[in-house]
């Protein structure tokens, strides 16, 4: 049994929490203060709205727990907006806001919300035809070395992949289909099963 | 292949605004305040609805400028409201790039029997109720979204209270409803029967439904997330108050935490003073805008 926390702040945190608990042998729960960190084997950074999430996340002091519990090892995922959270840099920002992951991202990259569309794509490891829901979605520019790309929109990288951490700029929450959520609950108890060791 | 203005694109749009504040703004000032604050997008308006109220005559669509101005002053979506019926105007704000569309009784209605059919647009929309039926009737209709009427510009939040407290019962009546009863409900309310089997089968209203008309404290803010709400729209409680800034951000931060009462009574320590607000007895039955449409 591995514990996931949802962060909790504003966003689709329902939507991530039904998907999670469809999942094999997880145990979901709803994070809002830092000291529910230290209890979890992994996290997700839900989509909503990445300038909100920020403003919550410094005024109750989320930031260094947070890094911390990347640091530690333990798995994050990020949807939309929490990918822009995870990033190290943000086009046209002078720098990421939690800067987790080695990689360039872009805010709002596809337009406005009648430019949002739903796609089908292949993820790697994943599944070949996972239905992503792209909202105001954001993409990832460039990546460093040590990331792996695992999706690709039209030659944008839209999921990827450093070690324990993953990010994706599409939905997986918003759809009935919840592989993306199975992989990241086997990373979970992978991470949890080597901690142990 | 990429389908655009799809349902789960559309809905999907509202679910991510969840636990947030959406705030009225006239100018791209008051939006980078909004913003700055924490709010999930904004509503850019030509006046807010205690102004229009003052104001009397026939409230329109704003200017394309101001939409325009506030969209390019900040990232978070921008929502812009379209009189109730009127095609055009919604088109309009569609063309411009507006990220949601408010199907608004705020505004004189450009017509009172019917409300457009949402369906036939790309941009998504919200709509206002004050119970299931209305709710439901909206849903029907391609309603994205939904937010409970209250009373607009008056800062008082007994109407959005009567509103949330009504649609709540409803849908907890519904949901413990026997198949062979809701017909006969979708009757009474006035509703589509395929969204009471929804309801039914879901145990919640298909799209997201947050808070409007009368929000003016961190209190009100915490008080209708208490009672269901999925999020709050201030429309005059924020740039009509003494300090917008302080005002905005406690708003943000008491819709998150809204049950972290300590944090709520820090928040509202020497916030100044709230907008004036209007007793309901005081207002003429002509002036009340939730009874515009049904």
């Known amino acids: 049994m591995v ?32 000291e529910q960190l230290e209890e979890l084997d992994g996290l997700v950074f839900p989509g909503g709205e990445s300038t909100t999430m920020r403003r919550l996340i410094d005024k109750y002091d989320f930031r260094e727990p947070l890094r911390s519990f990347a640091e530690a090892g333990k798995p994050i995922f990020g949807t939309c907006a929490g990918l822009i959270l995870m990033a190290k840099n943000i086009a046209g920002e002078a720098e990421g806001h939690l800067q987790l992951m080695d990689m360039m991202v872009e805010r709002n990259a596809f337009g406005r919300q009648r430019e949002s569309f739903e796609t089908t794509l292949s993820v790697k490891g994943v599944a070949d035809d996972l239905e992503a829901v792209f909202i105001r979605a954001p993409l990832i520019q460039s990546v460093g070395d040590q990331v792996e790309i695992l999706a690709e929109y039209e030659g944008e990288i839209v999921a990827a992949r450093e070690g324990h951490l993953l990010a994706c700029s599409f939905h997986p929450e918003l759809t009935t289909d919840s592989r993306f959520h199975h992989y990241f609950a086997q990373m979970v108890k992978e991470a949890k099963t080597t901690a142990a060791l | 292949m990429a389908d655009r203005g799809t349902n789960r694109v559309k809905r999907g749009m509202a679910e991510m605004q969840k636990g947030g504040v959406i705030m009225d703004v006239v100018n791209a000032e008051q939006a980078k305040v909004a913003e700055e604050a924490g709010a999930v997008a ?17 409230a329109r669509m704003a200017d394309p400028t101001i939409v325009e101005e506030v969209m390019n002053a900040v990232s978070i979506p921008v929502m812009a409201k379209a009189r109730i019926g009127h095609i055009v105007e919604a088109r309009v704000l569609e063309a411009l790039g507006a990220d ?32 299931l039926g209305e709710a439901l009737r909206r849903i029907g209709e391609g309603a994205s979204m939904l937010r409970t009427k209250g009373e607009p510009g008056t800062g008082n939040i007994v109407e959005a209270v009567r509103h949330i407290r009504m649609v709540q019962a409803q849908l907890k009546k519904v949901t413990n409803m026997s198949k062979d009863e809701l017909m006969t409900e979708a009757k009474n309310l006035g509703a589509p029967y395929e969204l009471l089997l929804d309801i039914q089968e879901n145990g919640k209203l298909p799209v997201v439904n947050f808070a409007a008309g009368g929000v003016a404290t961190p209190s ?15 429309g005059s409680g924020i740039f009509k108050s003494d300090n917008p800034q302080k005002f905005a951000r406690s708003i943000v931060e008491a819709t998150a935490h809204y049950q972290d009462y300590d944090l709520i009574a820090k928040l509202s320590k020497g916030l100044g003073t709230a907008m004036k607000g209007i007793e309901m007895s005081t207002l003429d039955p002509s002036q009340r805008m939730q009874d515009r449409s049904e």
Do not use: W
């Open chain 1, 3 to 34: 514990k996931i926390g949802v962060l909790a702040l504003q966003g689709a945190v329902r939507e991530h929490v039904k998907s999670l608990e469809e999942a094999p042998d997880c145990e979901v729960t709803l994070v809002k203060c830092a």
């Open chain 2, 42 to 58: 904004v509503m850019a308006l030509e006046r807010v609805p205690s102004d229009i109220r003052a104001a009397g005559g026939v």
């Open chain 2, 100 to 131: 949601y569309i408010d199907e608004s009784e705020v505004l004189t209605p450009a017509d009172d029997v019917y409300h457009m059919d949402k369906n036939a647009f790309t941009v998504p929309f919200v709509c206002g109720c004050r119970d």
């Open chain 2, 220 to 234: 009100d803010a915490a008080l209708m997330m208490e009672l269901g709400a999925d999020g709050v729209f201030v």
